[in-house]
């Protein structure tokens, strides 16, 4: 995912929710919630965009947060268990910007916690890449004519994962092509 103030798949990352939890009273701030309220109170937990708790909130200490449930104890415990076969798409929504989301949360974390978080990252997308590029090299050299194939195995795949998927089909089906073409030229 590019990391620029255009980029679509940026925008919808920073548009995941994190649950926080208010330090302080905030008057006029209880629209937030959804309710009637006109002042948000010390303690209310407000379900807010990335992009709206992190500066105002959570960068100047009016708010802390709760790292959300698709990277909770739980759904490490499966990723170490077995990266692919979890689905990393139903874990967010939005499309689906598990590494993205995990990313910007980390940059939140306790330098130990991020650490942490990165590493099961990296350990998950490198895992997982193999299945992603044997899968895309099969399907993407398949004779199948529409360039569809192999929906079923990318429905649990994160946004990178699907771009990196669709990329690698291309890349063969362009290799399939000019080996064909060579080989008529002999």
């Avoid at 079923?152 to 290799?175: H, I, K, P, V, Y």
Wanted: charged fraction near 25%.
């Amino acid at each position: 995912m590019e990391d620029s103030y255009y980029s679509i798949d940026a925008i919808l990352a920073e548009n995941q929710k994190l649950q926080c939890t208010f330090k302080h009273s905030v008057p006029g701030l209880g629209y937030l919630e959804g309710g009637d309220a006109k002042d948000i109170k010390e303690s209310d937990r407000v379900q807010l965009a990335y992009w709206l708790a992190l500066r105002p909130l959570l960068q100047t200490g009016s708010a802390d947060f709760t790292i959300p449930a698709s990277f909770s104890q739980r759904v490490q415990n499966a990723l170490n268990a077995e990266p692919r076969s979890v689905r990393l798409s139903s874990l967010v929504g939005g499309g689906g910007h598990w590494y993205a989301l995990g990313r910007m949360i980390a940059q939140l974390l306790d330098h130990k916690e991020a650490t942490q978080l990165a590493g099961l990252l990296n350990k998950t997308f490198q895992q997982r890449l193999i299945d992603l590029m044997d899968q895309a090299q099969h399907f993407g050299g398949s004779s199948t004519t529409s360039g569809q194939g192999g929906e079923d195995f990318r429905e649990g795949f994160d946004a990178t994962e699907r771009e990196l998927f669709a990329l690698a089909q291309d890349s063969t089906r362009a290799t399939k092509v000019w080996h064909e073409s060579s080989d008529k030229n002999h």
